[in-house]
């Protein structure tokens, strides 16, 4: 098995990096790059977004990762770096999962005191 390609930004699984090239492969989408942002927040963390898109702007950070282009934009920048990025097809489902050990919870559900 490759192993994770790590990058200043992001990690990203080779079964991730397959997916991608899949996706841009099977909707013939030759020079797209993968946008991952960040849509919100909730007791469980952050949610986080995933588009094939084919422009960026000049205040995108952009990355080349296994031969995929991956753009995320400025707002969102501070709560990816450091995550990795994962396909996973298992009893759990299918699809991408993005796992960020520096973006802890910072809400007390229990409590009743959950983020909006």
Known sequence: MQPVVETDLIAITP??????????SERNL????LRI?????????YQYGM???ESSSDSDTSIEAGGIKVVVDNESLVYIKGAKLDFIDDERGKGFMVDNPSAASSCDCESGGCCS
């Open 15 to 24: 079964s991730a990096i397959q997916a991608i090239r899949d996706l841009i």
């Open 37 to 45: 942002f960040v849509s919100g927040k909730t007791c469980s963390g």
């Open 51 to 53: 588009s094939l898109d």
């Open 30 to 33: 030759d020079g797209y790059a």
